[in-house]
């Protein structure tokens, strides 16, 4: 189990620092970084980069980012600062209770925004605020999701809510299933959450590709 998320986190985390000046910022409109996760960029990598690239992966929608501007904040991974307590608190607050192997991902390292499959976004695991975060988005979705019995644990690309599947015991593994925003159609996405990590490193990594001329004279990139 905690083989499996190691190499999750540190496969995503391996992506997104090979290409951190599009991959590894907060743009300057959304909260800033907290203190302990800042870090710098050396302007030097900015050299002769695209503004704009495509970030791809087979039988996925491509998507578009920008490299990193002045305004942005460069974000760094720091050790885990989680602890059992806070875990439990956390469940308390949400009067849930939480796999294990969930528990553990939460314990592996804090970071932002990071990806292996360009659809599933993970919520971020800021050092202060991982839990304000989680709780939030539970809150928010708790008709929809919490009272059913779900946890919610990240977005599926733009259109739904990836969510765990509440036991009466931390040792039961829960299936995992999206939530679509639109319709109250859900489809289960693996059967646990361990299982779900794996299915998403059998994805091919992803790879940023260049614009093509037609886009780049679009976009005033030449």
Not at 3 to 21: I, M, Q, W
Not at 42 to 70: A, F
Not at 91 to 113: A, C, G, Q, R, W
Request: hydrophobic share 35%; aromatic share 12%.
């Amino acid at each position: 189990m905690e083989e499996v998320v190691k190499k999750y986190v540190d496969e995503c985390l391996g992506f997104v620092k090979e290409h951190r000046e599009y991959l590894m910022y907060v743009p300057f409109y959304e909260k800033p970084i907290e203190p302990e996760m800042q870090a710098s960029l050396d302007n030097s990598i900015l050299q002769g980069k695209s503004v704009k690239i495509y970030v791809t992966q087979p039988e996925h929608t491509n998507y578009m980012v920008n490299i990193i501007t002045d305004k942005d904040h460069v974000w760094k991974v720091i050790d885990n600062q989680i602890s059992d307590e806070d875990i439990s608190k956390l469940e308390s607050k949400l009067n849930v209770i939480l796999p294990l192997s969930y528990k553990t991902y939460l314990k592996y390292k804090h970071f932002y925004e990071m990806f292996w499959d360009l659809d599933v976004r993970l919520y971020p695991k800021p050092i202060h605020s991982w839990n304000k975060i989680l709780i939030e988005n539970n809150k928010e979705l708790q008709e929809e999701i919490l009272d059913k019995g779900y946890f919610a644990i990240g977005q599926y690309s733009d259109y739904g809510v990836i969510a765990l599947k509440l036991t009466d015991n931390e040792n039961k593994e829960g299936e995992i299933v999206l939530f679509d925003y639109e319709t109250p159609a859900t489809e289960v996405l693996a059967p646990n959450f361990i299982e779900f990590l794996n299915q998403i490193l059998q994805n091919p990594k992803p790879v940023l590709q260049e614009l093509k001329g037609w886009e780049k004279k679009m976009y005033k990139m030449e």
